[in-house]
């Protein structure tokens, strides 16, 4: 099909226009060989392909020892250790010479049986370690096949088309010198957008419905700044998108020549820009891209990678190592936000509605002794830094005297013990839900700061469902409706000396910045990578000005209507962000 | 032979990560290593055998060694297991 546009979520801001080359995580059913040798031939190809998984292992290992991180090289251990496991080997090979199979089914077979045994280990932490075995027997597979591996490298300019990709086959693309990447699953945290920034490859994620429109050897434009993905474009797509590349490329450059000045409008207001963080991994992203300090440290990722409720000690250290690297500058740490779409796999319970169910502080104060450690976590790691609390999904203001009431007594279970922690920490709330913002006079007074969530909020005030294809067109948080409530949140929260933040979507999406200007936010969180040209457009504005386009935009009636003016006026004034602000039609 | 018991220490007992650490350190030493638990006998520098063993916090397992080197086999994995945690506490 020509020139077929699909949309997805942009995780790294670059773009490339190349063949797609369609990666299947093949089972090994597919991969079974027609022909079987002999014995002999059999484990002889299954040591060549042993050797060469080991080659590829450990040259992956080199090229990942270069991330700001060391979690995937611990993954790549595991499996160059499976590849030199003598029980493992033996296992394989009596498979062949025993059962008569081929090396094929023999680790087909084995990774089976593994399964089921792996499978019945309580600890799910030690369980879900079957997906590295699996992993390191899939590229056993496919090296056994090792002309379809082959074709990835060849040529430039390819384009991985995947459903999905572990974390170690996106470290692989980087190898294969892979230009950019593309797949259905995934959302702005995942360890493939992570990694794809960390190497600089341009991607989008989440793209759903991606499989059904590609086919390997298709020419696709990878959009990783718009998030747009187009399959088998016309000429005048194509050329418009080489010169978004060549000028986004430009400008993204000259951004980040300025990424540590501060983002003060021409007449003096100043704003504190700070990153979106989840994952240790993009620590590294804080300095990178000039943010100051953290504005929104999610927890979930803690209590995702295993079963168990990590322990206090597990978080004091997490929490105490970024305070000390931001160090003056503060980390906002929100206590855990499960349910809704996270659901904690311990104690998922099946609702019928779980973004209007028992999610954020809702869960966290029927499981007191999970918050609890969490607070003490936190408290206790506010001595090394400048660290301040927020809890999400609050819609009550009796929820934030509760929550007070938990840390009173837990600051003097502290002071008992001798452990020292800011006496004075800061505690927010998240503004997700409407009756926060139609009460933030009555929240102002037993909370620090307001940070708002934009996703959420949105979803709440337009009754949308970001997640369902159907409805999800009405989500824009531009909505009048939606600026309308962070007006009054921000308004009453000013009138009672409350800061306020924002730490949604709507904190990277450069139409918005100056009605955010205009609405005298205190404070931006948005992913790191976008911090350099939002500063940009902070710091060509004036308070004043950005007043007067909030007040017109105060007019308008529908999203389409805001961000068509607001796209406008912003080229008015920035003409050099055109490309950046280049769509395509629908 | 000679052998030690070694009680699980940190928190999220032998999973990837320890237990590829236990592994390099047990393939250091010429001596056999076997770890056993429950009556589950592995060797210890089988990655797939110590992920297998499946040892969580608090759990006792025994350490065995045979060979020229196992006393000092023997008491680097315990020190490992015990005092070290893994590296992890």
Known sequence: MKNKIIRGIPVSPAIVIGRAFLHSQKDAAFTRSKKKGNIDEEIFKLEKARKKSLRQLRSLKTELKKLPTSEPVRLIDVQILFLQDPLFLNSVEKRIRNNQESAEESIFNLLESLKSDFEEIPNSYISGRYLDVKDVGDRLLRNLNDEEIEMELEGRNNIIVANRLSPTETAQMSIDKVSGIVTERGGKTSHTAIIAEALNI????????????????????????????????????????????????????????????????????????????????????IEKYGAKGVGLLRTEFLYFTSDSIPDEEVQYRFYSKIAKMCSPDYVIVRTLDLGGDKVFKAKAKEEANPFLGWRGIRFALSNEGIFKTQLRAILRASSMGNIRLLIPMVSQVEEMIEVRRILEDIMEELRKEGHSFDENIEIGAMVEVPSVC?????????????????????????????????????????????????????????????????????AADIVAIPLLVGLEVDELSLPPSYIPQVKNVIRGLSLKEAKELLEQVENKESAIEVREFMRNELLKRFPSLKNILLEVEK | MFQKKAKIM??????????????????NFESTIELEKDDIHVNAKSIMGVLMLASEKGQEIIVRASGKDEKEAIDSIVELIEKRKFDEE
Not at chain 1, 204 to 225: A, T
Not at chain 1, 248 to 275: M, N, R, V, W
């Open chain 2, 10 to 27: 940190n928190s999220l007992g032998i999973h990837a990560r320890p237990a590829s650490m236990l592994v390099k350190l047990a393939s």
């Open chain 1, 202 to 285: 341009p991607a989008v994620v989440g793209v759903s419905g991606l499989l059904n429109e590609v086919e390997s050897g298709d020419e696709i434009i990878v959009d990783g700044i718009s998030g747009i993905v187009v399959v088998n474009p016309d000429e005048n797509t194509k050329r418009r998108f080489e010169q978004k590349e060549k000028e986004a490329k430009k400008i993204q450059q000259e951004f980040l020549k300025h990424k540590d000045l501060p983002a003060i409008t021409l007449d003096g207001y100043s704003i504190d820009i700070c990153a979106n963080i989840e994952l240790p991994m993009e620590l590294a992203f």
């Open chain 1, 438 to 506: 139609l009460l933030a006079d009555h929240f102002a007074k037993v909370v620090d700061f307001f940070s708002i969530g934009t996703n959420d909020l949105t979803q709440y005030a337009l009754a949308v469902d970001r997640g369902n294809k159907r409805v999800s067109g009405l989500y824009d948080h531009l909505d009048p409706s939606v600026l309308k409530l962070m007006k009054m949140t921000i308004e009453q929260a000013h009138h009672n000396n409350r800061w306020v933040g924002v730490c949604g979507g709507i």
